[in-house]
């Protein structure tokens, strides 16, 4: 049972992950400014939970504590720098696919090589499906809006991006699952952390945080908000279930990001794509059996 809950929590953390990838393709010259602004937004946000989870841990390995949230604020960081850049050199509907394509390959064959998990052959079918179907997405050659020299940049990006999410994403599980610490209170000590460490580069230029925050409120507030609701509850996926199946699982989001590329950003050539997604979907259904 715990498997197919961490599979069922993955799911609804994927709506709330794909909304806030809409939010952030509105913001196309956010840069490291609108990271930092949302970061803020999410870090008040579970600062009561954090307090709370901190009491009641008691005594901690403060030492194990800072190490954990300061190397899981870099990866997070890269993760979501990276992610506003390429949003403002190509589609989201190329990097978004791509980059949660990578991911899972570069998750579970770590896994395997440095965690010593050993998914079943079904399980590795269902990566494999997984994989296939993204790449179903990413290949297509859109007759759209989408330039040649806008693609480039969406490989290049997407592979970079989902080479950080997976380093991010197997960092999460030693921190929650080998270090046993609250998700909550790892969460809100990531935050802290990038907050912190992207306050210099940010505040360097602080007109243009200020038109950031005039013009795109909305999107900051709603980033906010949902990326650490996406992010929170993959953590507590994965205290419950191998990276093996919740890396992948969490491609779901892309079948979400695909409706939001669609519906709120208008971009065209989606149709070969969405059967990349329901690919994508059937390799999650293999992996929550496996």
Not at 83 to 112: C, H, R, W
Not at 127 to 134: D, R
Not at 188 to 204: H, K, N, Q, Y
Request: hydrophobic residues 60%.
């Amino acid at each position: 049972m715990l498997v197919p809950l961490g599979v069922l929590l993955v799911a609804v953390a994927a709506v709330a992950h794909a909304g806030w990838n809409v939010c952030a393709k509105r913001v196309p010259d956010g840069g490291a400014g609108f990271v930092w602004l949302y970061k803020i937004v999410g870090s008040l946000l579970v600062l009561p939970i954090g307090l709370v989870f901190l009491f009641q841990e008691g005594a901690v390995d403060l030492p194990g504590v800072l190490l954990a949230v300061s190397v899981g604020a870099l990866f997070q960081l890269a993760y979501y720098v990276l992610l506003q850049l390429g949003y403002a050199k190509s589609d989201l509907s190329v990097i978004y696919p791509l980059s949660s394509g990578m991911a899972p390959l570069f998750s579970v064959t770590a896994a395997v090589v440095l965690l010593g998990e050993r998914p079943g052959p079904l399980g590795l079918v269902g990566v494999l499906v997984v994989v296939i179907g993204v790449v179903i997405i990413s290949a297509y050659r859109s007759t759209g809006d989408s330039t040649r020299t806008a693609k480039i940049y969406g490989v290049v990006f997407g592979a970079l991006i989902g080479l950080a999410n997976a380093a991010a994403t197997l960092w999460d599980k030693q921190a929650v699952s080998n270090l046993d610490l609250s998700p909550f209170l790892f969460y809100w000590g990531i935050s802290v952390f990038e907050v912190l460490l992207l306050a210099p580069v940010a505040l360097r230029d602080r007109p243009r945080l200020r038109r950031l925050w005039t013009g795109h409120r909305r999107e900051v507030l709603l980033v906010g908000v949902l990326a650490p609701t996406a992010y929170v509850i993959v953590l507590f996926a994965l205290r419950i279930a191998p990276v093996s199946v919740i890396a992948p699982a969490k491609e779901l989001s892309v079948v979400m990001a695909l409706v939001g590329a669609w519906l709120f950003l208008k971009e065209k050539e989606l149709a070969r794509r969405f059967v990349g997604a329901l690919v994508v979907t059937g390799g999650v259904l293999v992996l929550t059996y496996a």
